[in-house]
Structures are given as C-alpha cells and as structure tokens.
C-alpha cells in the first residue's frame, strides 16, 4: 500500500497547480481520502477530504478555489489548485483514511511522502 504525491511547484500569487496522489496497492474510492499541508512551524492540517460517495469538503480558506477529484479508474488522487496565496505555500501530503467518518478531522494511516508548493507575492 503506498501514496505517491506529484505536481508541486513553485509559482507567483494567483496562479495555478494541479497535485496528484497516485495510489498502489488499493483502490482510492474505497477510502475517505485526503490532502494535508504542512507549512514551516505550523501543524499539519487538512486541506479537503473525498468520501467513498464522492461527498468532499474543504477548509475554509480553500474553499472555492481547490477542487479535490479522482480519475475514473480511481487509482488516483487530484488537487486543482486555482488563484494560489503565499499563505498556501506547504508541503502537500495526501493520506487515506483509516476509518470511522470522512471528514477533515477523520483519522488517516497511509501517507505519501509529499510534494512541496511555494506560492510568491
């Protein structure tokens, strides 16, 4: 079971980057799935998270410009990430969820190695 994450990059205030999460080992629309952030002396925190029914939600300062999806033979994991802030500059991390309810506070156990976004002003 292993999490490849992709995409990252660096790019100017409002502008764009698609992350993607390849999964092995299993299928992601079998678990809640999700993408975290991580920025220098800040806790991780979820960013959006996908449900077995595709229900997704988003933290709040995201919303409406991330857009979480999966691809149809759902081995994968995307992050479009549209008028991107400094503030959203992080490493990005997608994981699977271990159980219980889908939701940003849910309990995740497989982790990708993560994938590094910096976003300048």
């Known amino acids: 079971v292993q999490l490849v994450e992709s995409g990252g990059g660096s790019v100017q205030a409002g502008g764009s980057l698609r992350l993607s999460c390849e999964a092995s080992?299993?299928?992601?629309?079998?678990?809640?799935m999700g993408w975290f952030r991580q920025a220098p002396g800040k806790e991780r925190e979820a960013v959006a998270v996908?449900?077995?029914?595709?229900?997704?939600n988003y933290e709040d300062s995201v919303e409406g410009r991330f857009t979480l999806s999966q691809d149809k033979v759902q081995k994968a994991l995307y992050l479009q990430m549209n008028n991107l802030k400094p503030e959203d500059t992080a490493m990005y991390y997608c994981?699977?969820?271990?159980?219980?309810?889908?939701?940003?506070?849910?309990?995740?156990?497989?982790w990708g190695q993560g994938t590094q976004v910096t976003v300048s002003s």
């Open positions: 994981a699977a969820g271990v159980g219980g309810t889908c939701s940003l506070r849910a309990r995740f156990g497989v």
């Open positions: 080992g299993f299928t992601v629309s079998s678990y809640c």
């Open positions: 996908i449900a077995r029914n595709g229900w997704t």
